[in-house]
């Protein structure tokens, strides 16, 4: 996938390559894909997603977070001054946040904790779904830095609930991109 960083929609592009890159992965697949979103989605309805013949069910979701500059595609740029007033030796950054949510046994029907052998079967599943992230992540990325993207950040994987029902991770990606848009001046 060659990327052309003056589109307005190549971080859209991304993340969608991103999605497809990682879904695969996912042993089972999850029963809800949300390839493009923005902000926080809601994950308590993971467990209405479990299919029809068992398993974990689940949410997949890449969901875009913020934009900002980078002066060296690790960090932000703290400010731009008036000698950056088109800020072309810049990259643009876009941040994504990767959650897998499965459905789990958070209680059992008389009110009791669930089984520690359940606990733990979520527990592997959770870091199965978030290995699988993390390995598609660095599979789909990397080969993109010789056609269009600038750098990428695999930051931390977090875990995430229980809540609703579910439980799983949150993966934070940062992709760089040349600022190649002109400014008018």
Known sequence: MAIDPSSPRAFYDLQ???????????TPPPA?????AAGIVGWN?????VPATGGPGGQFVVSWQRDFYSEDG????????D???????????????????RCSKAIEQDGAAPDCAV????????????????????CCLTPLL????????????????????????????????PNCLPCEV
């Open 16 to 26: 969608t390559e991103l999605a497809n890159c990682i879904l695969p992965l996912f």
């Open 32 to 36: 809800r894909i949300c390839r493009n």
């Open 45 to 49: 309805g993971c467990c209405a997603s």
């Open 74 to 81: 690790r960090s932000e740029a703290n400010f731009i001054n």
């Open 83 to 101: 000698d950056m007033a088109c800020p072309v030796n810049l990259l643009v950054g876009a941040e994504f946040v990767i959650n897998i949510m």
């Open 119 to 138: 606990v733990a079967a979520e527990a592997l599943q959770a870091r199965l779904d978030a290995s699988a992230v993390r390995r598609g992540v660095i």
């Open 146 to 177: 010789d056609q269009g993207l600038a750098a990428f950040q695999l930051l931390p994987t977090i875990a995430a609930g229980p809540g609703g029902g579910c439980i799983g991770s949150d993966t934070i990606v940062r992709l760089y991109l």
